[in-house]
């Protein structure tokens, strides 16, 4: 499958034990994420990620052709909800688009952590 990863600021520690935590749901997966996260992720994780611009620099909206051409199975952004975001357009859009593509997107770490189930299961299911 092939898997975004993004998270605000304030949730890139969460995202980092969350893919540490289920590494071997998302080994073998292609993952792509925006810049710092997916940076983070493959230093601390050391999966492949290929990474696009920081989120508010057009790498939401990367993710986001992604989603909008087919390119995609599923996102996982842990947004951050008590901070206002000046790429809140960019972070909108793309949970619009996954939601006209029928993207599966979760949001917080509880619909997260069921994606990661999803995938073990599947990968018990070869």
Same mark, same amino acid.
């Given at each position: 499958?092939?898997?975004?990863?993004?998270? +605000?600021? !304030?949730?890139? *520690?969460?995202? /980092?034990?969350? &893919?540490?935590? !289920?590494?071997?749901?998302?080994?073998?997966?292609?993952?792509?994420? $925006?810049?710092? $996260?997916?940076? /983070? &992720?493959?230093? +601390?994780? @050391?999966? =492949? &990620? +290929?990474?696009?611009?920081?989120? =508010? /620099?057009?790498?939401?909206? *990367?993710? @986001?052709?992604?989603?909008?051409?087919? *390119?995609?199975?599923? &996102?996982?952004?842990? #947004?951050? =909800?008590? $901070?206002?975001?000046? +790429?809140? =357009?960019?972070? *909108?859009?793309?949970? #619009?688009?996954?939601?006209? #593509?029928?993207?599966?997107?979760?949001t917080n770490l509880g619909s997260a952590r069921m994606?990661?189930?999803?995938?073990? #299961? /599947?990968? !018990? $299911?070869?």
């Open positions: 499958m092939r898997i975004a990863l993004i998270a +605000h600021d !304030n949730r890139k *520690q969460a995202m /980092l034990k969350y &893919v540490a935590e !289920n590494r071997s749901a998302f080994e073998g997966h292609e993952l792509f994420a $925006t810049g710092t $996260t997916g940076k /983070l &992720v493959k230093e +601390h994780t @050391g999966l =492949p &990620v +290929h990474c696009f611009l920081s989120g =508010p /620099l057009g790498g939401d909206q *990367q993710i @986001g052709s992604l989603v909008a051409t087919g *390119q995609l199975d599923m &996102v996982i952004f842990l #947004r951050d =909800p008590l $901070t206002a975001m000046p +790429h809140e =357009p960019d972070v *909108q859009g793309l949970l #619009r688009l996954c939601d006209v #593509r029928d993207i599966p997107v979760a994606f990661a189930d999803d995938l073990i #299961r /599947l990968k !018990n $299911t070869k």
